[in-house]
């Protein structure tokens, strides 16, 4: 059999909507909040579009007027910090689309937020929003091909992120694992089940049966698709302690990327 490469990873995250149009939709979220206080006096009748926002909007995000409220992170800043509750049901007029690179722990842990009150403590309303997700699945895609150079990718659990590098392993005939270089520990454990995963399949098991197997430290990318509002929730969740490491590495940096858009998105979170 051919070598197989193992590449130790840490978890990552890259946000698939453009900063840009981030911008555009909180200038939309702005534009209905005057709507809906009767301040907005720009319509969209012989107006250009521009992913739905008013074309003035979206070429003057900085410097439009958005009724007597100001410029529109001004008033979506406002509406987000309104106290003893925000007013923060305006910021579902978005979605943004994030790539995740995490263990399979950590996917279960991103998917709960499937519908999710925005305090789960002091309820003002019983809306509750959707996140939309697509995984990786384990049914449909072949763990270790072993084609040519195979490469799997682990993710480092977090007391192993020194061990974090690339690492060349040998699988024979009989599916005995062997190394070169040092290695760590845990991590032949973790090759020799993906061993026993190719052996399951020379035994002609299905792989819907074979991924019961899988350790979950295996990798899966993660898409998901969520409203200002909903990523604020998750980022009060997981970015911070008590939440796993793993999460809240991940978080932390999509509260990054949201700062980038525009910090009272994240402001106070």
């Known amino acids: 059999m051919p070598d197989i490469k193992v590449r130790v990873v840490n978890p990552k995250v890259w946000m698939l909507t453009p900063v840009e ?23 969209f009748d012989g107006g250009n579009f521009y992913v739905g926002c008013p074309d003035d909007l979206a070429k003057n995000f ?7 409220y100001g410029h529109a992170e001004a008033l979506v800043g406002k509406l987000l910090s309104m106290k003893p509750y925000p007013h923060d049901s305006i910021a579902e007029h978005s979605a943004l689309s994030f790539l995740i690179r995490c263990s399979r722990i950590g996917s279960h842990e991103i998917v709960r937020h499937r519908h999710t ?29 072993f084609k040519g150079e195979s490469i799997v990718e682990i993710v480092a659990p977090p007391d192993m992120r020194d061990d974090i590098g690339e690492y060349q392993f040998s699988i024979d005939e009989n599916y005995e694992v062997s190394w070169d270089d040092e290695v760590p520990n845990w991590l032949i454990d973790v090759v020799e089940n993906l061993a026993r995963y190719k052996k399951y399949q020379a035994d002609g098991i299905k792989r819907e049966s ?11 990318y993660l898409g998901f698709t969520a409203s200002f509002r909903e990523v604020r929730q998750m980022i009060k969740l997981r970015a911070y302690p008590p939440a796993a490491p793993e999460m809240q590495e991940l978080f932390i940096n999509v509260r990054r990327m949201m700062e980038q858009i525009s910090p009272v998105l994240v402001e106070g979170i």
């Open 210 to 220: 074979r991924r019961y197997f899988l350790q979950h430290l295996t990798v899966v």
């Open 117 to 145: 009150d925005q305090d789960q403590f002091d309820v003002v309303d019983s809306d509750l929003e959707n996140v939309a997700y697509t995984q990786q699945s384990t049914r449909y895609v072949e763990e270790c091909k």
């Open 62 to 68: 900085d410097k439009e007027e958005v009724g007597t």
């Open 21 to 43: 149009v981030g911008k555009i939709q909180l200038a939309t979220c702005a534009y209905f909040a005057g709507l809906s206080h009767g301040k907005t006096t720009a319509g």
